[in-house]
């Protein structure tokens, strides 16, 4: 088992920056693979970023590449988002996610989300 919490969600005008933060349990972070998903009101849950567990790949949704980095560190058990140029268009809850492998569909294990909301 697997437990995420994510943090650092909150309200940023537009072309501001967020950065957001999932501390996980239960399992030897190193293993694993750890992405974020967001999901707007009214729509499907979509894949943002994910990266491998030893951190050498990456993967990003072509709506964020060039402005959101994922980021990992083994020592804390913790993943990244960091998010810059931000739109409104990125409002969501964004849920970290975690399993056995890098792709952009959702591995096993959730977190609880966190909002973000953008103003333009």
């Known amino acids: 088992q697997v437990q995420l919490v994510e943090s650092g969600g909150g309200l940023v005008q537009a072309g501001g920056s967020l950065r957001l933060s999932c501390a996980a349990s239960g399992q030897p972070f190193s293993s694993i693979a750890m992405g974020w998903f967001r999901q707007a009101p009214g729509k499907d849950r979509e894949f943002v970023a994910a990266?491998?567990?030893?951190?050498?790949?990456?993967l990003s949704a072509d709506s964020v590449k060039g402005r959101f980095t994922i980021s990992r560190d083994n020592a804390k058990n913790t993943v990244y988002l960091q998010m810059n140029s931000l739109k409104p268009e990125d409002t969501a809850v964004y849920y970290c996610n975690a399993g056995l492998r890098l792709q952009t569909t959702p591995n096993d294990y959730w977190g609880q989300g966190t909002q973000v909301t953008v103003s333009s």
């Open positions: 990266i491998r567990r030893s951190d050498v790949s990456t």
